[in-house]
């Protein structure tokens, strides 16, 4: 069960969640860790719930979201529907909260037969990910003997109903039916002793087309074996999509340790999209207590990445180069120098979309107006169409600068949110309306506008939404922050 208490200036968060007579607690006034409180029968642990419920209630928290145990969690084929998710709640690029089970009614698992293998067949559903494709292979593994080529053809000749958020489609369903064993022993193990919280998995064809990992105080304590159990999963032969949660428990979080990993199984022939820091925050950690570390080899693991999305800090990146990435993100508290530098002096022929959160210099932010003169000069990411510098203490000097730039005429998309713009920016924007106009979107929201600049520069195409007061104490200089510093 999940409180939340509004505050002036943060909403504050609460957990709790019971399994059997254990009681498991996050409180993110004492720094988002877990306290563990066990307990002889489970009624008393019941009794203690309720009793740490209400006084939160009394506090003035309330109730956001309450978790239903599965009660039938034990079998394996329960466990991997457990672990599914449906693609509606899987955005491209977006980060996965966790959700509730996907009802699937109760199969009987078939015992797995071995899978046969055909390069060239594989190679081409890679290249072209089409029915036509997978037909070709589900009549190959027919005439192999393998069983999953009728599998593969019932799952794209009964794909489901459209709303698959009211029900699954077949795909999964028959997957986890056929053969749950298909999703490799070392997965099954960490499913069948509780890690099914570990996962969540879109399959598609009969096999895993997107995948979450990460740890938690309510799952494994180590990413890397899960990882590598799912790397090594016949079903992730065609992954497409990764993203990797929470990586550490008892330290700081970082992401350095699983490069390793990732190397020794590259090339990772399929995946187009990786999430590095796919966690929710300030619920299970604050984007600045994670730190990165040089992930710079991580791309090079992925030769057909079309999306790199990274969030944390203390991030290093080395000399960034990749013919096929069109999407890189980077959501920081404070993007240190070399971070920046290695996404400004990046060679990424087919860049059309860049994101950056600056942060904080208080959280290492360190980028300066002059960083960024290759870019807005046109010098650089020649496909580049949406830039979105987010987060940033130098929102005023960002919008002066695109407005005289040779970069801004060629995008469709401008966000400058979350940052510190005021009255010096508005003032640009207002008198360079024509610069501005050909964009699609001009996003200005979350920042520090006024009403009267706030209303003049609104638009069907510039979104001002709302905007943040002016921090004042007494005794203390008025003070302009970004959204995102811890």
Known sequence: MRLERRGFLRTRKWQIERELATLRIVD???FGRPSVERFGTEQAALDRFEALVQRQLDQGYTVVARHEPDPDPHPLEAILREATIAPEDWAEGSFIAPPAPIPIPPAIALE?????????LEAAIIDADEDATWRVYADWLLAQGDPLGAHINRCMDDPGPPDRSAEPGQDTEQTIRARPAWFGEALCRHLARGGHNCFRLE?????????????????EPDLRPLLAALLDSPAARFLRGLQLGLAELDDVNHYEHLVPLLRERAPLLALEE??????AYPEETEISWTEVGDIGALPGCCPRLRSLRVRGGQIELGRLAHPTLERLTIESGGLNLSALRSVLDAELPRLRELELWL??????????????????GGERFPALEVLRLRNAEISD????????SKLLPRLRVLDLSMGTLHAPGAAVLRAQRDRFAHLERLDLRDNYLDDSDAQALASPTVLTGEQRQVYVHPGVEPARYVSVGE
């Open 203 to 219: 399959l598609r064809r009969g096999f895993i087309h997107r995948a979450w990992v990460g740890v938690g105080w309510d799952r």
């Open 274 to 279: 990786l999430v590095v820091g796919a966690f």
């Open 28 to 30: 993110d006034t004492v």
């Open 397 to 404: 000097e960002l919008a002066a600068a695109l407005a005289r």
């Open 112 to 120: 797995p037969a071995p899978a046969a293998r055909d390069p060239a």
């Open 359 to 376: 942060g904080d210099a208080g959280y290492g932010a360190e980028a300066q107006l002059h960083d960024f003169d290759a870019l807005f």
